[in-house]
Nanobody, 125 residues
């Protein structure tokens, strides 16, 4: 059973940068796609960024394209989400997700098998 633990959320100022971490365990030698989703108050969960293997193939949502970077440190079994130029609209609970590598769209939340507990990010202006 894969377990994901996010860290790095909190209160940040508009215009600042943020790095979220997602530590994965229990995957063994399996190759996992990794992704980030977020859910703002009163809204549905939305795709933010994801990495699909093999490739890798990396995709970002339009709302973060150009100011977001998703990366992985395989030695630490950790994925990261860097988000720059934070805006009020980035306020949300951010969820890390993982799934066995598969050739399906990254942005479909129902295709992801494992989820972290969420990290709350509040952007203050």
């Amino acid at each position: 059973q894969v377990q994901l633990v996010e860290s790095g959320g909190g209160l940040v100022q508009a215009g600042d940068s943020l790095r979220l971490s997602c530590a994965a365990s229990g995957a063994g030698d399996s190759i996992l796609d990794m992704g980030w989703f977020r859910q703002a108050p009163g809204k549905e969960r939305e795709f933010v960024a994801g990495v699909r293997w093999p490739g890798p193939s990396i995709h970002y949502s339009n709302s973060v394209e150009g100011r977001c970077t998703i990366s992985e440190d395989n030695a630490k079994n950790t994925a990261y989400l860097h988000l720059n130029s934070l805006r009020d609209a980035d306020t949300a609970v951010y969820y890390c997700a993982a799934r066995p590598s598969r050739y399906v769209p990254l942005m479909r939340a129902e295709t992801w098998s494992y989820w972290g507990q969420g990290a709350r990010v509040t952007v203050s202006s």
